[in-house]
């Protein structure tokens, strides 16, 4: 490939046009005003070409960036460049189009050096509300169309020349439980005002053109490179499936079923298979199973670079029309949040094939419910939003990380936090023991979070998964416990809630979520001896998980190792695993 640019310049381009879209999450989070955005990081950046293709982004989800790629040129359809001017910022969180649920709003500002369209600064943010049956627009039971779960927008102008348009905000205002929506948005155009004037600063200094060959040459650049990472792996055709529980209270599973070839230097994504699209809050549009695919894919390819068009153009995600991970409109979607590790964990199970010294076993998933109700302390509306997250899967050589969000990067949102802003108390979070996979590499171990509502009455909308079937574990690796929901655990009043189901909470309730852990790699037996017993040490597995998955033997006093009961239970070929 011919370069068309000096070096040092492209270097430095490259490097602007990466640190335009950070700096446009740090805006975001400094002026965002929902726990979601500013503490979750339920938000994406990135800055995309004149054409429509992605240069660069930030280190964010990849739900909201893999279909971010595929969202722009969409959006352009309806407002081309010559329908555009300085300071416009169109928005779009159809489905079909977008993330996959309406919480999730597209913002596309168009960057402009005089009359000159550079290209584009985009964010996504998951909005806090979105309006429809619950609060947080995230409701899986009793949901049959896409219609009721909130307000959609196709490709709309929300800010014309630098201003609100009016009449859009009064409608938004009349649609949202909270104001914090606005808020938000308004940080969205903020962040993409950063975006904007970084670009143009690139352009000011080495000039429009050399701008638009570097972009080129990014792209480029970045097939050449994916195509022969791809080439490095396995060639041949893998097939995997897991299943999710199910789409609600007393429904059936939902079969998730992917082929993945491998060959020429390109990965093809086959859904075929998988179960036909449910009527509940839970299907996966296209855009949103092509970006988890694709997130697959670049994990065991080029983790460490940044993803852009180039990058999608060697990877292709195909599903049945009206199959569950591409459903026909209007099929509802609100809660598709979970799917995303299960897209992710099936495409990764199918790569074990084509790369197993790269792949993880399952992570231990999490939960992602909403609580919303009327304040005591203000009259207002409140929606209290929550991301547990559990453990990683193991990985090669290494064990899963606990409370660490997999296969997107959100952040916990502070119990100091949550409780200023909602009237919740946070009574626990803590590590599970004994729900990590076993293994020679441990998976993550499960997460519990218990909150008590302070108000006199809440609705929570829960939405979690895993609790029918166990995170996988690999090459012998043993599976993570499962996760469960508990309403006043220990007390006369004890219930197990459903992973998606929808309660009314009373005054002093307190729940209780629990994630599943995550799985192991490798066989249990031959993990080293010292590291279990640090486990146990550490209250990540038991004295008596210990001896019965690990044929460990450690004192439950002195957390010594009983050398010769180890050995006779491990037997003369798991020695060297001992450490003796």
Same mark, same amino acid.
């Given at each position: 490939?011919?370069?068309?640019?000096?070096?040092?310049?492209?270097?430095?381009?490259?490097?602007?046009?990466?640190?335009?879209?950070?700096?446009?999450?740090?805006?975001?989070?400094? #002026?965002?005003?929902?726990?979601?955005?500013?503490?979750?990081?339920?938000?994406?950046?990135?800055?995309?070409?004149?054409?429509?293709?992605?240069?660069?982004?930030?280190?964010?989800?990849?739900?909201?960036?893999?279909?971010?790629?595929?969202?722009?040129?969409?959006?352009?359809?309806?407002?081309?460049?010559?329908?555009?001017?300085?300071?416009?910022?169109?928005?779009?969180?159809?489905?079909?189009?977008?993330?996959?649920?309406?919480?999730?709003?597209?913002?596309?500002?168009?960057?402009?050096?005089? *009359?000159?369209?550079? %290209?584009?600064?985009?964010?996504?943010?998951?909005?806090?509300?979105?309006?429809?049956?619950?609060?947080?627009?995230?409701?899986?039971?009793?949901?049959?169309?896409?219609?009721?779960?909130?307000?959609?927008?196709?490709?709309?102008?929300?800010?014309?020349?630098?201003?609100?348009?009016?009449?859009?905000?009064?409608?938004?205002?009349?649609?949202?439980?909270?104001?914090?929506?606005?808020?938000?948005?308004?940080?969205?155009?903020?962040?993409?005002?950063?975006?904007?004037?970084?670009?143009?600063?690139?352009?000011?200094?080495?000039?429009?053109?050399?701008?638009?060959?570097?972009? *080129?040459?990014?792209?480029?650049?970045?097939?050449?490179?994916?195509?022969?990472?791809?080439?490095?792996?396995?060639?041949?055709?893998?097939?995997?499936?897991?299943?999710?529980?199910?789409?609600?209270?007393?429904?059936?599973?939902?079969?998730?079923?992917?082929?993945?070839?491998?060959? =020429?230097?390109?990965?093809?994504?086959?859904?075929?298979?998988?179960?036909?699209?449910?009527?509940?809050?839970?299907?996966?549009?296209?855009? &949103?199973?092509?970006?988890?695919?694709?997130?697959?894919?670049?994990?065991? #390819?080029?983790?460490?670079?940044?993803?852009?068009?180039?990058?999608?153009?060697?990877?292709?995600?195909?599903?049945?029309?009206?199959?569950?991970?591409?459903?026909?409109?209007?099929?509802?979607?609100?809660?598709?949040?979970?799917?995303?590790?299960?897209? &992710?964990?099936?495409?990764?199970?199918?790569?074990?094939?084509?790369?197993?010294?790269?792949?993880?076993?399952?992570?231990?998933?999490?939960?992602?419910?909403?609580?919303?109700?009327?304040?005591?302390?203000? %009259?207002?509306?409140?929606?209290?939003?929550?991301?547990?997250?559990?453990?990683?899967?193991?990985?090669?050589?290494?064990?899963?990380?606990?409370?660490?969000?997999?296969?997107?990067?959100?952040?916990?949102?502070?119990?100091?936090?949550?409780?200023?802003?909602?009237?919740?108390?946070?009574?626990?979070?803590?590590?599970?023991?004994?729900?990590?996979?076993?293994?020679?590499? *441990?998976?993550?171990?499960?997460?519990?979070?218990?909150?008590?509502?302070?108000?006199?009455?809440?609705?929570?909308?829960?939405?979690?998964?895993?609790?029918?079937?166990?995170? &996988?574990?690999?090459?012998?690796? =043993?599976? %993570?416990?499962?996760?469960?929901?508990?309403?006043?655990?220990?007390?006369? *009043?004890?219930?197990?809630?459903?992973?998606?189901?929808?309660?009314?909470?009373?005054?002093?309730?307190?729940?209780?979520?629990?994630?599943?852990?995550? =799985? %192991?790699?490798?066989?249990?037996?031959?993990?080293?001896?010292?590291?279990?017993?640090?486990?146990?040490?550490?209250?990540?597995?038991?004295?008596?998980?210990?001896?019965?998955?690990?044929?460990?033997?450690?004192?439950?006093?002195?957390?010594?190792?009983?050398?010769?009961?180890?050995?006779?239970?491990?037997?003369?070929?798991?020695?060297?695993?001992?450490?003796?």
């Amino acid at each position: 490939m011919a370069t068309t640019i000096d070096p040092v310049t492209f270097s430095v381009i490259w490097g602007g046009l990466l640190s335009a879209a950070a700096e446009m999450g740090v805006t975001m989070t400094r #002026t965002a005003y929902s726990v979601a955005v500013r503490e979750g990081s339920d938000f994406s950046t990135g800055m995309f070409d004149a054409e429509g293709n992605m240069v660069s982004q930030g280190d964010y989800s990849p739900g909201h960036l893999g279909s971010m790629a595929f969202a722009v040129k969409r959006m352009l359809q309806d407002y081309p460049a010559s329908d555009l001017a300085p300071g416009d910022a169109i928005i779009c969180n159809d489905p079909g189009i977008g993330s996959g649920h309406l919480p999730d709003v597209y913002m596309m500002t168009p960057v402009f050096q005089s *009359r000159r369209l550079l %290209g584009f600064a985009v964010n996504i943010a998951h909005q806090i509300d979105i309006g429809g049956a619950g609060a947080g627009s995230q409701t899986i039971a009793g949901i049959q169309e896409n219609f009721q779960e909130g307000i959609r927008f196709l490709p709309t102008r929300l800010f014309h020349k630098g201003e609100p348009v009016r009449d859009m905000v009064r409608m938004i205002e009349a649609n949202v439980r909270v104001p914090e929506v606005l808020g938000d948005m308004r940080a969205q155009y903020n962040a993409n005002m950063t975006g904007a004037a970084r670009m143009r600063a690139l352009a000011e200094t080495y000039g429009a053109d050399t701008l638009a060959a570097a972009m *080129r040459e990014l792209i480029e650049r970045s097939e050449a490179e994916m195509r022969v990472a791809i080439g490095k792996l396995r060639p041949g055709t893998y097939t995997f499936e897991d299943r999710l529980d199910d789409v609600g209270p007393g429904t059936e599973p939902v079969l998730a079923r992917v082929t993945v070839t491998v060959a =020429g230097g390109h990965v093809h994504v086959d859904w075929a298979g998988s179960g036909p699209q449910r009527e509940a809050g839970m299907n996966s549009y296209l855009n &949103y199973t092509a970006a988890y695919s694709i997130a697959a894919v670049k994990s065991v #390819t080029l983790p460490d670079r940044p993803q852009n068009e180039g990058v999608h153009r060697t990877v292709t995600v195909v599903a049945p029309e009206g199959s569950f991970f591409n459903p026909r409109r209007p099929a509802p979607c609100g809660g598709r949040a979970v799917v995303s590790h299960r897209i &992710y964990e099936v495409v990764m199970g199918a790569l074990a094939g084509a790369a197993p010294e790269r792949v993880i076993a399952a992570t231990a998933h999490f939960y992602n419910p909403n609580i919303g109700g009327t304040d005591p302390n203000t %009259g207002r509306a409140f929606i209290c939003w929550e991301s547990i997250i559990g453990g990683i899967g193991a990985r090669a050589e290494k064990d899963g990380i606990e409370a660490t969000s997999s296969p997107w990067n959100g952040t916990n949102v502070p119990v100091e936090i949550q409780e200023s802003r909602n009237p919740v108390l946070i009574e626990r979070v803590a590590l599970i023991q004994d729900s990590a996979g076993p293994g020679r590499a *441990r998976g993550g171990c499960g997460l519990r979070k218990d909150l008590r509502l302070l108000a006199p009455e809440g609705m929570l909308d829960n939405l979690g998964d895993r609790n029918v079937f166990a995170p &996988y574990g690999l090459f012998g690796g =043993g599976a %993570g416990a499962m996760g469960e929901t508990l309403l006043n655990p220990g007390t006369e *009043r004890e219930e197990r809630l459903h992973s998606k189901g929808r309660y009314r909470l009373r005054q002093g309730d307190l729940v209780s979520w629990r994630t599943s852990g995550a =799985g %192991g790699r490798g066989e249990a037996r031959e993990r080293e001896a010292e590291r279990v017993r640090r486990d146990v040490r550490d209250g990540l597995v038991s004295v008596v998980a210990a001896r019965r998955d690990y044929g460990v033997v450690v004192d439950p006093v002195s957390f010594t190792i009983d050398a010769a009961a180890t050995a006779a239970l491990r037997g003369p070929a798991r020695l060297r695993a001992t450490g003796d």
